[in-house]
């Protein structure tokens, strides 16, 4: 069979984690279907959004907005409503309720005071095992004001998604921080502990995968190496951002163990995953002295150097070239 312990290292299909594959009963109560039939319908009309913005030119999508609205409607009001949309959607599919039913209300309130507000209500609560996705939405309306975060909520998020230990979500939360200039904002205002929290969340996901790579070697489970690889590729993504990890020896390490143990157990193409999200790792790095320790651990595995010298070869010497690391590391690293 092909499995995995968690559903995340190995199956992108679903957006969130398990939780959320949680059954809805068939039957339900008035309040309940008056809830699910308004969460349809935010459904379609922020389905119906998208479909617009792809096949209407923007010019068209602006004049219907204005007749609706009117008013002038700008690039950034076409953003918000896009986000309304989004936003009214999964408050409605969660079964909570939104502060306003008109889609222009609810794309101009104030979405990290609003985000608050859901915390308060909402957030120690299961949340009828929407638990993921209902973080995920807090932190994007958290970080939507790209120049106003509220760091303290954005912290107590990301601490609950690692005690949860969801790991999609807690990758997704990653991403969403790094794509939404989250840390870069966080650097400017020197917010260490916002760096320091999804520093954190990275290493729990490591660990995370650790364990589940762990479990289904010993169950004897199958790996799919392309949706391995995939997962592997986004998590390193953000491994590899600036200002989040100083010194990413441990996750080198960790990933060159991985590699070792699954071409133990013959499984090679998954050891040849892991040990190249160890070389990129190391190709990311700068300092001298780490980029050695990094280097010496991946020529140390098994098979570690044929890897280096079939898939990586001139890479990795253009990378050296590139970061003039010293010329004892770099020799050190040939003739080991």
């Not at 069979?1 to 809805?24: C, H, K, N, Q, R």
């Not at 200002?243 to 163990?257: E, K, R, W, Y």
């Not at 070869?313 to 020799?331: L, N, P």
Request: aromatic fraction near 8%.
């Amino acid at each position: 069979t092909v499995a995995s312990t968690y559903g995340f290292l190995f199956d992108e299909s679903s957006a969130y984690d398990d939780s959320l594959l949680s059954s809805v009963p068939e039957i339900f109560t008035k309040e309940e279907f008056h809830a699910k039939s308004k969460a349809l319908s935010f459904a379609m009309r922020h389905r119906a959004l998208r479909v617009a913005t792809i096949l209407c030119p923007q010019e068209v999508i602006r004049v219907v907005l204005e007749e609706t609205n009117s008013s002038d409607v700008g690039d950034d009001h076409l953003n918000k409503c896009a986000f309304g949309s989004f936003m009214a959607m999964e408050i409605e599919a969660m079964g909570l309720p939104l502060p306003h039913s008109d889609l222009a209300q609810l794309s101009v309130i104030h979405f990290p005071s609003y985000a608050r507000t859901i915390w308060r209500n909402h957030g120690g609560s299961s949340s009828r095992g929407f638990s993921g996705r209902l973080h995920l939405l807090l932190l994007e309306l958290c970080v939507n004001h790209h120049d106003t975060v509220d760091w303290e909520l954005f912290v107590l998020i990301f601490s609950e998604l690692k005690r949860l230990e969801l790991p999609r979500s807690l990758l997704l939360a990653c991403e969403c921080a790094v794509q939404s200039r989250a840390v870069s904002l966080a650097v400017a205002q020197k917010r260490l502990d916002v760096l320091q929290i999804i520093a954190s969340a990275t290493r729990k996901i490591a660990e995370l995968i650790f364990s589940e790579v762990e479990t289904n070697l010993g169950a004897g489970i199958e790996f799919d190496a392309s949706e391995c690889s995939s997962t592997l590729h986004r998590l390193v993504t953000v491994i590899n951002t600036e200002n989040i990890h100083a010194d990413p020896t441990c996750f080198v390490q960790a990933f060159s163990d991985l590699s070792n143990r699954c071409r133990g157990q013959g499984i090679q193409a998954i050891g040849a995953v892991f040990m190249k999200a160890a070389i990129r790792i190391t190709n990311h790095i700068t300092d001298p002295e780490a980029f050695h320790m990094t280097s010496s651990i991946i020529s140390s595995t098994t098979d570690g150097r044929d890897i280096i010298d079939e898939h990586m070869k001139y890479e990795w010497r253009d990378t050296c070239r590139e970061k003039s690391v010293c010329s004892e590391a770099i020799q050190s690293f040939e003739s080991s």
